[in-house]
């Protein structure tokens, strides 16, 4: 922060930098009205590439995910990682003026993101129709739990929920064991990509301030849903309820976890006939290579032939540390790796290289972040995490004074009011 005076500044200088416009999103604007994971993360996948992200949160309650596992030193994880690129501000959407100010800020945006309960926006005065009538081109883009239409549309929704309602938990779990719930907002991040997706079509027939606008309706728990069609399509045409597998699935074999001699767990899969058959022979069992039990995967995923298939396998894992396993089966095509704590990835070679972390610098607390990089390239332009998670209000003068083109005067009114 040395080189900044400021926060404003900081953030001026954010807003304008030179390496934005050579970024595919540069002109759009993104309005972050909502909370948490799912919907912001929309925005945060479009920040990486160029768009301007004004994250809005209530000045009587910031974000709850500024307060998941915050660390000693004050540095917030979560809202670090996902809050990246964004300018946040504040906006009392139940005072006049800060709903004034909201209106303006539509006006002159291109997205908005929202994922209160289906009603909500409404009951404050924005429907659809009132905000399409202040800009005929901003694409509203509304996140709920169940949709904003149907019988279960006006229950409060979460990701773990979500989960659930999917038929995900139902088949996380090991044959006859409890159902387990995901390590991370598994269905939040899931329907986040689902919605920049939908924002992008949306776009490609939109102009701001003048036409293509509309609503995007997505839930939580229909993306999750999407990922098990073939077991759903399955159940409807044989009346068989898919069970969960464990580590494995019901349609392909071999596909697990094994333990190694030093202790450490490995991936494997090898459905293929070819790579099963390698690895057959580099287990020491070359003769199941002509046994029909094993010459097909449709005979592979039997039960029993499955069990000493997992068993074959087990044994050579265990017989051999992580670092011969991986050499033997890199040697000879047969797909199996390690699976990796945080400590391992931190430590990786390839994480390193590829620079799948970077390093950004946090302007508040004036130090160096480790976080995970844009998750894909594009050669035209890269996107690029410029910096982490703001502090709360941060944005306010810079958004309501450069943007909106409020004076200093009123922006101080605007708080004395409690509007911002």
């Not at 924005?126 to 800009?135: Q, W």
């Not at 929704?157 to 088949?171: D, N, P, V, W």
């Not at 102009?207 to 073939?230: H, N, T």
Request: with cysteine; hydrophobic share 40%; glycine share 8%.
């Amino acid at each position: 922060m040395d080189s900044y005076k400021t926060m404003n500044d900081f953030i001026r200088e954010q807003r304008s930098a030179k390496e934005i416009t050579a970024l595919p999103l540069k002109d759009i604007r993104i309005i972050d009205l909502a909370t948490v994971v799912a919907a912001p993360f929309a925005a945060t996948l479009m920040s990486d590439f160029g768009a301007e992200v004004i994250k809005v949160e209530s000045p009587k309650a910031p974000d709850a995910l500024r307060r998941w596992g915050v660390l000693e030193q004050g540095v917030q994880p979560f809202w670090a990682v996902f809050a990246r690129n964004k300018f946040p501000i504040t906006i009392n959407l139940k005072s006049p003026d800060g709903r004034k100010i909201f209106l303006n800020l539509v006006e002159k945006s291109d997205v908005l993101i929202e994922n209160m309960r289906p009603g909500t926006m409404e009951r404050l005065g924005f429907d659809v129709e009132k905000l399409l009538a202040v800009n005929p081109g901003l694409v509203i883009s509304r996140v709920s739990g169940y949709g904003q239409t149907g019988p279960y549309s006006s229950k409060p929704g979460f990701g773990t929920l979500a989960e659930g309602f999917s038929g995900f938990t139902y088949l996380n779990a090991q044959p006859g064991g409890v159902p387990t719930n995901a390590p991370l907002a598994l269905a939040d991040f899931i329907a986040g990509m689902h919605l920049a997706f939908a924002i992008m079509m949306a776009l490609r027939g939109q102009v701001r301030g003048k036409s293509g606008g509309g609503e995007i309706d997505i839930s939580l728990y229909e993306p999750m849903f999407g990922l098990f069609g073939a077991d759903f399509l399955t159940y409807v045409q044989t009346g068989e309820i898919p069970q969960p597998q464990g580590n494995e699935l019901s349609y392909v074999a071999p596909r697990n976890n094994y333990l190694t001699k030093d202790g450490r767990w490995v991936t494997l899969s090898g459905a293929t006939q070819k790579p099963f058959e390698r690895l057959m022979e580099i287990t020491g069992h070359p003769e199941m290579n002509n046994d029909s039990r094993y010459k097909s995967n449709d005979e592979r995923i039997k039960k029993e032939n499955r069990r000493v298939i997992n068993q074959v396998i087990s044994d050579w894992v265990a017989s051999k540390n992580l670092d011969e396993i991986l050499e033997i089966c890199d040697r000879h095509g047969i797909t199996v790796g390690p699976i990796c704590s945080m400590a391992d990835i931190y430590k990786d070679v390839h994480y390193k290289e590829r620079e799948s972390y970077v390093e950004v610098e946090d302007p508040f607390h004036k130090t160096l972040l480790k976080i995970p990089n844009v998750p894909f390239r594009y050669s035209n332009a890269p996107g690029r995490i410029r910096f982490p998670g703001l502090p709360y209000g941060s944005a306010n003068e810079v958004i309501l004074h450069d943007l909106l083109e409020y004076s200093l005067e009123e922006i101080e009114k605007f708080k004395k009011s409690g509007a911002i």
